[in-house]
């Protein structure tokens, strides 16, 4: 049997209800703290290679959009140009059609600008979370 009894009286052993030692108890907790920080390095692993393979699909799919909006574009200024050279001549039709595209290209530098200060900085945010979530449960433990 595992079970010795101490001269005090008290059970020292491995069975169910039996005391442990601090060195078993403080491998035992090294143990868990080594596993625990296993997997929540396996999580923020994981959850960062998600939002990696979403932004790289994102990016792609943005790409192709913006070539297709470029074509899209091209022929409305083309035809706005045209439509303004019917009451002012050709030249000046293409100016004010520049004009409002800087203006329009102005307007959305600034806000990608905002968006990209919005989406930094990347990081593994239920990972971090689940981290401190469990340093808070082990410092409620050890205050006990």
Same mark, same amino acid.
């Given at each position: 049997m595992s079970t010795m009894q101490r001269m005090d009286g008290h059970k020292h052993g491995h069975g169910p209800g039996q005391e442990h030692s601090v060195g078993e108890l403080v491998a035992r907790a090294t143990a868990q703290m080594s596993q625990l920080m296993k997997e929540e390095l396996q999580l923020a692993k994981m959850e %960062?290679?998600?939002?990696?393979?979403?932004?790289? %699909? /994102?990016g792609g799919m943005l790409g192709g959009a913006g070539v297709v909006a470029l074509y899209a574009v091209g022929? /409305?200024?083309?035809?706005?140009?045209?439509g303004l050279s019917v009451v002012w001549p050709v030249w000046l039709s293409a100016l004010v059609i520049m004009a409002v595209l800087?203006?329009?290209a102005g307007v959305l530098a600034v806000l990608g600008r905002q968006q990209m200060r919005r989406a930094t900085p990347a990081k593994p945010e239920r990972a971090l979370r689940g981290v401190h979530d469990d340093l808070d449960e082990i410092r409620g433990r050890v205050r006990r």
């Open positions: %960062m290679s998600e939002k990696g393979k979403r932004a790289g %699909m /994102g022929a /409305g200024v083309t035809a706005a140009i045209a800087f203006l329009v």
